[in-house]
């Protein structure tokens, strides 16, 4: 509430009382969104400075102020020398205005997300922006009356602090005209305070005029000036640990239900993986009855041994039922790994959810951070420290990816990603490689500066190039091997099609040599 009408309402008189007569000696900033004016009456002298950042708009009022020797900019010159007259708060505003004696004034408009300042040297004269880019503030004036209201409607300023402070005495639920009575008494501590309280609330420092939330000092309600000294420097001081802190709440908050999400998932198609026919059991009821499959059969109804029911299996007519049966327990044996790999991480990502809940609890409860020092050192003991998270993560490849011997494997997915691989990933040096007169992916083998790729390599590759092809069931499959630089892409041709201008032939048992191991 330090910015709140009624609050501004008990400070004006205060300054008014402080600073009649006194002269403006210095003004100036030397930081970005700040402006310092220095008063003097001969003798003594009273510093003002303005916080106008969106942030935290405050008028601070130090007892001191020394001037930096560099990075420091005169500002409104016409208002050297200028002597006050009187302090008066807008109406129903969030706004201070400094009267001088010449007729100039000095307005102070303290909006949440567009605090300025606005200097005019009379009355009809153009005004002097301290954030220039506000021009609408160049117009800016009080209203002439306040606004009225209606009945069972609660006044414009009393907002926030106020509102929540209404609450928590039976507001909402009263009937109306224990809600007037409940208005009529907050707006009598409004206007004349027996205390400044300077709270903690949603993890905020703040001003209030009402006890509410946290109470971390109370303050004689006579003395404004001295309310606002305490403040503005504990609640700068807080700033940094509160921010802090709400960011490490919302990382764990995030972390602890990605994770909480992501084993749910993992949890849900390991149930339906557990439920379903896996491959093996398939590939078992098709060499059960291998001898009663009749020759290009598209289909058989067989009993299953497992569940005791009848059951039909679709087969391939151009495809041997063993065959049929070897690629089943092949994918029943990636079945099983997909499984164990699923149960591993529904453990590490419950552990996950479960630590930054723990951390959680431990914001709330330990009393070493409650302090940015203390903060900061768990933070860096439990890796929340943000710097690691600045850097951009690198770009997982949008290709299948396989290592060997040191060099990078990249096989495209479908047409449209062997053209993003081929186009735009591949160096003109990298071995490009591709099933020979059939479709199938485009294969590349990454360069590597000084070093030529071994022939075990090459192998590899193209009986990747193989498997990811129509040729995947044959017994040979010829691989075209080129440097990336002759192979290039007609204008008009369609998604993955190439021409190749140079290239060698190998012949390679289609497969992917990095399963089997």
């Known amino acids: 509430m330090h910015t709140n009408y009624y609050f501004l309402r008990q400070l004006a008189p205060a300054l008014t009382e402080r600073l009649r007569g006194f002269r403006v000696a210095v003004c100036f900033t030397q930081e970005k969104d700040e402006l310092v004016i220095g008063l003097t009456d001969g003798g003594k002298e009273f510093w003002l400075k303005a916080q106008l950042g ?33 302090v008066a708060a807008w109406p129903q505003d969030r706004v201070l205005q400094v009267n001088f004696r010449s007729g100039a004034r000095l307005v102070f408009k303290l909006y949440g997300p567009r605090p300025n300042a606005i200097f005019c040297t009379a009355a009809e004269a153009p005004a002097q922006l301290f954030q220039q880019k506000l021009l609408a503030d160049a117009d800016l004036k009080p209203q002439a009356a306040p606004v009225p209201v209606a009945a069972g409607k609660l006044p414009p300023p009393l907002a926030d602090l106020p509102l929540r402070y209404l609450r928590t005495q039976g507001y909402d639920q009263a009937p109306p005209e224990v809600k007037t009575r409940l208005v009529n008494q907050v707006l009598a501590q409004l206007e004349k305070p027996a205390h400044y309280y300077l709270i903690q609330l949603d993890g905020r420092t703040r001003l209030s005029l009402l006890p509410l939330g946290d109470i971390l000092e109370t303050l004689p309600g006579d003395d404004p000036i001295g309310a606002l000294r305490r403040f503005v420097p504990m609640a700068l ?24 999400t992501a084993a749910a998932h993992a949890r849900q198609r390991l149930h339906a993986l557990a439920h379903e026919a896996g491959y093996r059991h398939t590939a078992d009821l098709i060499m059960a009855h291998l001898h009663a499959i009749p020759a290009r059969a598209e289909q058989i109804e067989v009993l299953d041994f497992y569940t005791n029911q009848p059951r039909t299996i679709k087969l391939k007519p151009n495809e041997k039922p063993q065959l049929t049966a070897e690629n089943l327990y092949r994918k029943g044996k990636n ?45 860096k003991l439990h890796g929340l420290d943000p710097a690691p998270t600045a850097a951009k993560a690198p770009t997982e490849l949008p290709f299948k990816v396989f290592e060997d011997r040191g060099f990078t494997i990249l096989v495209g997915r479908n047409a449209a990603n062997n053209d993003l691989l081929t186009q735009k990933y591949a160096h003109k040096d990298d071995l490009w490689l591709h099933a020979k007169d059939v479709t199938g992916s485009h294969v590349v083998i990454r360069q590597r500066a000084g070093h030529t790729v071994p022939e075990p390599v090459i192998e590899h590759a193209a009986q990747l190039a193989g498997w990811y092809s129509r040729r995947q069931h044959d017994t040979l499959c010829p691989v075209t091997v080129t440097p990336k630089k002759y192979v290039r892409k007609p204008k008009g041709a369609l998604p993955g099609q190439v021409l190749v201008e140079r290239e060698r032939v190998v012949l390679v048992k289609p497969g992917n040599p990095f399963e089997r191991e």
């Open 237 to 260: 001081g807080r700033r940094a640990l509160e921010m802090e802190t709400k960011q490490l709440r919302q990382l764990l908050e995030r972390r602890a239900d990605e994770a909480s």
């Open 335 to 379: 079945q099983q790994i997909e499984e164990r790999q699923l149960t591993e991480r529904i453990a590490r990502r419950e552990a996950e959810a479960l630590t930054a809940l723990e951390r959680l609890e431990e914001l709330d409860t330990q009393p070493q951070l409650a302090e940015l020092r203390g903060l900061r050192a768990w933070r």
């Open 54 to 86: 969106a942030t935290f708009p405050a008028l601070a009022l130090p007892d001191t102020f020394q001037r930096a020797r560099s990075n420091s900019v005169d500002l409104f010159p016409g208002l050297l020398g200028e002597q006050v007259e009187s």
